[in-house]
């Protein structure tokens, strides 16, 4: 196998967008550009060795994460710290982290950013020391509201909205303590969010602090909501503006370690880990080349 300068790893079951036409696509648009490219197709079984081998043999100069964010993550992390940079075709459901970024959705357009790449030095964040996260990490609420949305096997938004709805009459705070090098907290919580990124893509929010740049990132803490504030809570949300809430708390740090005395949902990026009662998270500076718009 000779060296390809662009290697495609395409999650072919990610989101729910027709992607019959994407491989004749990406050929087509590398050849009329001249680009050697490979393309990987995930199977969720063993991708990762896949990948590792394909990155030694081919020495891409760009990996082109083509899903969600879970794919996106999964890509990040066999690139991470080197020379090779990582670029987005945002194929998923939500597509958090190319939604924060104005990454395009339209192939054509998405596919022309290769051709004289930008790139952003991007921080990460290491969780358990076992994960890596680009976007949002969290307990409690939308981790259950993920859980439940991959329980009932719906895709799109409106999958999404029947699960929110559901959740949100069944969901029942924790008590958590939270501690950074400067500080330890408790708090009653609905969810606390470790974010790198501001959004999860829906519009709303969730880290109105949010610089993907700097050496820091965001532990968001979701306060029980009562009912009667869900609008006005709504409402900050998608302006930019929770810190107006009194439901809502915030910290920018590098190193956080939450504990909880009953276990809550943990999922990363979109991917349910499991249940935990603790939980660490340190920040990775300059973790990743991002192509950007
Ligand atoms: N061929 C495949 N068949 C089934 N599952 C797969 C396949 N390839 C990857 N996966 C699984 O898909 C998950 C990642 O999905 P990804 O985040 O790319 O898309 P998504 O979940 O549809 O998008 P979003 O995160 O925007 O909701 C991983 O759990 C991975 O193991």
Redesign the pocket.
Known sequence: MSTASLLFVI??????SDKKNLDATVSEFCNRNDLTFHLY?????Q?VSHIKELIEKLKPQIVI??????????VAELVMDTTIKLAIL???????LATELGIPEDWEENLSLLLHPKTMSMHAIKINDKYLSLHLADLGFNADL?KE?EKEGQ?GMLGYAKSFIKKMSQRKSGRFKVQTPESVNRYKADMIVIANASSY?TGAIVNPRCDLEDDLFEVCIFKPLPWHNFLEFTWYSFAGQLENSKYFSIYQTNQVTITSTKPHTLQI???VIGSVNKVTARLLPKAVNLVIP
Do not use: H, M, Q
Request: charged content about 20%.
């Open positions: 999650n072919p079951k990610s989101g729910a197709k995930t199977t969720g079984d991708d994460a083509g899903g969600g964010d879970g794919t996106v993550t999964l945002p194929l998923g459901s939500a597509n958090g993920i949305f895709r893509g990026d979109g991917e």
